[in-house]
């Protein structure tokens, strides 16, 4: 079994709710939800039951509507359908891909009320309207956000158990990595190229084989197109349009989503929805300009400018580079050892945004033109606001630099104008851990740390 943090937080909600909620695992598809899910109801419970929603027959569906106020009647339907014994406090059941029966979903209400058992249910697409529609969403469900994994379950499913906790310890020290820092960079390398899909870093850990973790990939992208047709209502072709572009536009120096890439007179009203709905599908990570730098970060958003990044970095890839077909075991190998020059700063800011969005952080950057004033032109390509809201020092600006040659003018010219508001400024880059002239210079796979 591939480890995932997620269980840890599936053990402390059941431990701490004793049945008085249900817990959905929202995510992106192919994450491995369902796995993770079943795996824990598997070993922490006496039984359970797993309702893929995906492929339960009409029946099991209209059980929901029918049986909602007699529920001894829809359970041990369930049970009997299931040929699965559960047993009052000690057994579980599980709504997978919930978004395929909402009317299970609004049942939650009643049935964690009822508290017979555990209910515990996973999704993608969940806040798509046509997933919602016409349904109460239960006030008695909490919720965790799954992600592709991240670097260190990408380490220990190579068998690097001993590797992040010595990241995080120089990191905490603020000590450099040394002789270490080239084995680290190494794995990360692998985990940027390989992705965090379980079933292309199983394929991967298995194989080594650069073809096989591709075509693993090109069928999970093969799926998100799919969805993109049979959920995308009315949006189909603007959706589409936009999963197609993003690799292209990433590719620019500034990676700012130029609409004028999509139709000559396209404006951001008319594709707003199309981005929200791959933002919510978890298929790309958006990143919003900020007007300035400070306290509240989403109060000076300016949503007609952004960034669209792709959820999984090794996704990108596939994307990327799609001129036969299948990424070649030589590109590959190109990508490893950085030879792919013209390419690797779309996917190392990639990867940043990737590795922010799954500590939970919203996604800023902030660009400033002044066609006067030089000292004001300035882009940066990442903010993160400390937790603890202060009205000073509060905004750490990020620079990502994927060569070892750079400037950071930009970042200097921040440092300068808005010395009140900033926290610790960050250069994340290849090199090993520093500090120097009042920056903070960390090393790709210390990102998560931040």
Known sequence: ??????????????????GSSAILVEGARRIGKSFI???FARREYDSYILIDFSKAPKMVMEWFDLYLEDLDTLLMNIQLHY???LIPRRSAIIFDEVQDCPRARAAIKHLVKDRRFDYLETGSLISIHKNVKDILIPSEEDSINMYPMDFEEFLWAMGEELLMPYIREQFDKRQPMGVFHRRAMDLFRQYMIVGGMPQ???????????DRVDHVKRQILSLYRKDIKKYAEGAETRVTAIYDEVPGQLQKHEKKFRLSALREEARMRDYEDAFLWLADARIVNCCYNTTEPSVGLKLNEDRTVLKCFFCDTGLLISHAFNTRGI??????????????ETNEGMLVENIVAQMLTAAEYKLFFFSQYDGKQSENRMEIDFLVQKPDITSRHNISPIEVKSSSRYTLNSLRKCMNKYANYLATPYVIHSADFKMENGLTYIPLYMTPLL
């Open 1 to 18: 079994m591939m480890q995932r943090k997620v269980y840890k937080q599936l053990i402390k909600w059941k431990k701490e709710h004793q």
């Open 37 to 39: 899910v079943e795996e």
């Open 327 to 340: 990424v070649t075991q030589e590109l590959y190998q190109k990508l490893m050892f950085g030879k792919l």
């Open 200 to 210: 292309a870093v199983l394929a991967y850990t298995e194989t080594r084989d650069f």
């Open 83 to 85: 040929k699965t014994r």
